[in-house]
């Protein structure tokens, strides 16, 4: 019979369980990091690091792109970030120094410490940057997911200060503007596993995660809503102008704007406990009102919770980039199931989900049900916060470097 202690020793044991909105995936990312000969520097910033690449045929710095990571656990990666940037579907540390771009990645000491907390990380790199800028390039400064808020705060604050940033253009890459999203089932399972392994929970309640979330989850038989580190953190953006006014501001969704979504029914059971240590568990999409069954429960005891989610829009399918969350959770309990016969297998219907929706992306809506199939490509391009935009043709993974974006935003960089 299995008891608590045993299962806690296999779950600490195992890789955690991790969503990640960086610009790579530790979990699929290559085993070999860039030379170190690549690094034309590197830089010890307070909270965080930042790997510097110069531009090809540059001595110095010279035309800097600063790029700041998004939302994870634990320190940034640089080989994680590398493979995200430079490996995958298009290279695009490769093109920028083609170009002549000096490629300055910013990284944090915390990816789940509080946005306002990494701002200055960012911050501390554009004051570095400008006093090694060789000429008068103004720079391109911006991030991927909630990178994109931490230079945007960053940017806000310095010009608040009066503090000459020279920021020519800001970008932000599938960034959630107006918020983030994650299926509460999956978010009820991290806190109702808390007891065995926290890791999972504590990614959830990490400042960061509450302060992008649209819909936070506390506990597993918490109420969800919006977290007060995110109405504090609105406030703090809204006190500082809320956006940067000096540089042109660009923005790109990994979702479509036609309002066309990604296929994922709401209400639809997405994983399925099987083995008979998980078996009644059910982590379902969000359903539509008036259903408001989220998930069932089940791990090693003999009940049966049920979690509901009034209020909480089904944001599953939307238009928006997504992210494997349902995936990565049944496949780090597969792996534990095959490889300690403990009875932790699941059956997954349905990999992924929307995380962040295009309208939050290019700032144009609210997530509100209403507004969640906007065809933004209708709307006049003044509805955004944004100067301009792009959507995807596709509702693509969160963050993916696509040749159509990424040729976009070098069509966009400064002289």
Request: net charge negative; with cysteine; proline share 7%.
């Amino acid at each position: 019979m299995i008891n608590k202690q045993q299962l806690m020793r296999a779950l600490s044991a195992a890789s955690p369980i991790l969503l990640s909105s960086s610009a790579g995936s530790r979990a699929e990312a290559a085993t070999t990091a860039p030379p170190a000969e690549e690094w034309s520097d590197f830089w010890p910033l307070p909270g965080g690091t930042a790997w510097v690449y110069y531009g090809e045929g540059n001595r110095g710095l010279a035309r800097p792109v600063l790029l700041a990571d998004g939302f994870g656990f634990g320190p940034s990666d640089i080989d994680e970030l590398y493979d995200g940037l430079e490996r995958r579907a298009f290279p695009l540390i490769s093109e920028l120094r083609r170009r002549g771009r000096d490629v300055v990645i910013i990284g944090y000491d915390d990816r789940g410490a509080s946005i306002l907390d990494n701002a200055r990380t960012a911050t501390a790199a554009i004051h570095r940057a400008v006093a090694e800028r060789l000429g008068a390039t103004r720079l391109l400064a911006g991030g991927f997911s909630m990178g994109g808020l931490v230079t945007r705060y960053a940017l806000a604050q310095m010009e608040a200060e009066r503090v000459d940033h020279q920021v020519g253009v800001y970008f932000s890459w599938d960034t959630p503007h107006r918020g983030a999203y994650v299926p509460i089932s999956l978010q009820a399972f991290a806190h109702y596993i808390k007891d065995y392994d926290p890791r999972f929970s504590d990614q959830f309640n990490s400042p960061a995660a509450r302060q992008l979330l649209a819909c936070h989850l506390p506990g597993w038989n918490g109420v969800p809503g919006i977290d007060p580190l995110r109405t504090q953190f609105l406030a703090k953006l809204e006190s500082v102008g809320g956006w940067p006014r000096i540089p042109r501001l660009l923005a790109i969704a990994d979702g479509t704007g036609t309002g066309t979504g990604n296929g994922i029914e709401a209400g639809e059971s997405a994983l399925l406990g099987v083995g008979d240590l998980i078996d009644g568990t059910e982590l379902r999409t969000q359903p539509m009102a008036p259903d408001t069954l989220a998930a069932k429960l089940r791990v090693l005891t003999p009940d049966v919770a049920e979690v509901q989610a009034p209020g909480v829009p089904p944001v599953d399918g939307a238009p928006g980039g997504t992210l494997p969350g349902f995936k990565i959770l049944a496949d780090v309990l597969n792996a534990i199931a095959e490889a300690t016969g403990l009875g932790l297998g699941v059956d997954n219907p349905i990999a992924g989900h929307c995380f962040v929706p295009s309208i939050s992306a290019v700032s144009i809506r609210d997530i509100t049900q209403a507004d969640l199939y906007t065809d933004i490509d209708a709307l006049p391009p003044d509805d955004s916060d944004l100067d301009d935009f792009m959507c995807g043709s596709t509702n693509n993974g969160h963050t993916e470097i696509t040749e159509e974006a990424a040729t976009w935003l070098l069509d966009r960089l400064p002289d």
